[in-house]
């Protein structure tokens, strides 16, 4: 089993989160989905929006699996596109969330 990952949020953001974090297990099976139906444009605009949206939530990774998965539909490097889902899926899989002080 992989090691849990532990991210502490800004309180003023906190209610806000759980409903960023939705989303974006969302996006796993919409990025799936587009790629399989070779929407290389629709992939690069929700791994732009990841890559703009995680940082404001405190998520760097989120921000840079984001910035992965933009560059790789740039490319059409559905390879690429895979492993960036996937590192998303697991990433989402292992976080746990803490309200900083």
Known sequence: MSE????AIDPDIAELVPGFLDNRRRDVDKL????????FAEVRLIGHSMKGAGG????DAIT?????IE????????AEIE?????????????????GD
């Open 32 to 39: 799936r989905a587009l790629l399989a139906a070779g929407a």
């Open 4 to 7: 849990r990952i532990t991210i």
């Open 56 to 59: 404001g939530y405190g998520f």
């Open 83 to 99: 492993a960036g889902i996937a590192a998303l899926a697991d990433y989402l899989a292992r976080l746990d969330v803490v309200v």
């Open 71 to 78: 560059r790789a539909a740039l490319a059409a490097d559905s």
């Open 64 to 68: 840079d699996i984001g910035a992965r």
